[in-house]
């Protein structure tokens, strides 16, 4: 069975570009959440979805990040006038339900920002 | 504030046993997870705790003391290919976003 997708694998962006980073998360799976993570660092939560709905958002460095799942399935990530400090890996993870259910892990973007 | 602390390396040596520590202070909780990340991959799920005690999988073990706020994670019969980074993370509240510490980089010598 297909785990968790994300795409590109790596991104070059030239600050001030934009870009879009893809999940496609386990089918079924009703929550989806965002991580960046920066080099030698764990994983910081951006957002989280449930089906089509954004629940939670604080972890958003910035209004130049905006996520988006507008069928509940599928979700793209889009960054705004990239800078420098974005530069990391933005990880996708799903998880059938919430709170206590293990969250399965794509295999990550790695944007750098030049 | 949130906070997840543990130890940023560890060497242990092939056929040995390993004790990762992991402490926390949240204002939730709901659960502490374990998960190996090797460079360049995706996380991968090894662990989950949500009552005190001990859970054994495999060369794998978790412990947790709620009352502590304090996890381990018990490797044994260690193999080169363990050599990883783990990583200890809470959820901390219901909606299941899991707050991460730095990690431990594991590395296993012969």
């Known amino acids: 069975g297909a785990g968790v997708s994300q795409s590109p694998r790596y991104k070059v962006a030239k600050r001030g570009q934009d870009v879009a980073l893809r999940c496609d998360p386990i089918s079924g799976h009703v929550s989806l959440f965002w991580y960046q993570q920066a080099l030698g660092q764990g994983p910081e939560f951006l957002t989280y979805f449930q089906n089509e709905a954004q629940l939670d958002k604080s972890g958003l460095p910035s209004d130049r990040f905006f996520a988006e799942r507008p069928e509940g399935s599928v979700s793209t990530l889009k960054i705004q006038r990239t800078q420098q400090e974005d530069s990391a890996v933005y990880l996708c993870?799903?998880?059938?339900?919430?709170?206590?259910?293990?969250?399965?892990f794509g295999p990550g973007t790695r944007l750098t920002v030049t | 504030g949130q906070n997840i602390d543990q130890p940023t390396e560890m060497t242990a040596t092939e056929g040995a046993i390993v004790q990762i520590n992991c402490t926390y202070q949240t204002s939730g909780f709901n659960g502490l997870f374990w998960y190996q990340q090797h460079a360049g991959e995706a996380p991968t799920f090894l662990s989950y705790n949500v009552l005190d005690g001990l859970e054994e999988k495999g060369r794998f073990s978790s412990f947790l003391s709620r009352s502590k706020g304090y996890s381990y994670l018990l490797l044994k019969e260690l193999q080169m290919k363990d050599s990883a980074s783990y990583l200890c993370a809470v959820s901390a509240w219901e909606g299941g976003k899991l707050i991460f510490g730095q990690g431990t980089e594991l590395s296993v010598k012969p």
């Open positions: 993870a799903s998880s059938f339900q919430t709170a206590s259910y293990e969250q399965y």
